[in-house]
């Protein structure tokens, strides 16, 4: 009977509200939007052939969000997040600059319109595991999300 009456491990404790964790959890998650709303204005503008230097632009702020994503991934944890969504944040940021720099390559001719909604559904999920981390980490520090 060792297991009865045992204490499970005691979690640290999570950083309050207006701490530095905190702080730099809302800035990450606020630079996944903003990215987010540009990254999509950008690829509209890509998709409609308005201006044809904007792919490498859209791809530099595509890896920003990514890299505040796994921030945000990071910072939710620290937070006292379960580790679950972190986790499936950080391998989607790798998958979405996978697709993203492979995209091109994928069902070209009349197919590649898939691919095209496919990116922007990705890019999409980005955006809101970026917001499900922000409130995850809020309510893993004891905040109201």
Do not use: C
Request: aromatic share 2%.
């Amino acid at each position: 009977m060792a297991g009865r009456g045992a204490r499970p491990p005691r979690r640290p404790a999570a950083p309050p509200e207006g701490s530095p964790t905190m702080n730099a959890l809302t800035a990450a998650g606020w630079t996944v939007r903003v990215t987010g709303i540009v990254m999509i204005a950008l690829g509209l503008l890509i998709w409609a052939d308005v201006v044809g230097a904007l792919p490498p632009i859209h791809m530099l702020i595509g890896i920003v969000l990514v890299v505040a994503l796994a921030a945000a991934a990071a910072l939710a944890l620290r937070a006292g997040a379960k580790p679950v969504l972190p986790a499936i944040a950080v391998a989607w940021g790798l998958l979405t600059i996978a697709f993203g720099l492979t995209q091109a390559q994928l069902l070209t001719g009349d197919l590649h319109l898939v691919v095209e909604v496919a990116h922007l559904l990705v890019g999409l999920v980005a955006i809101g595991l970026g917001e499900a981390l922000a409130a995850a980490g809020r309510r893993g520090a004891g905040i109201p999300a």
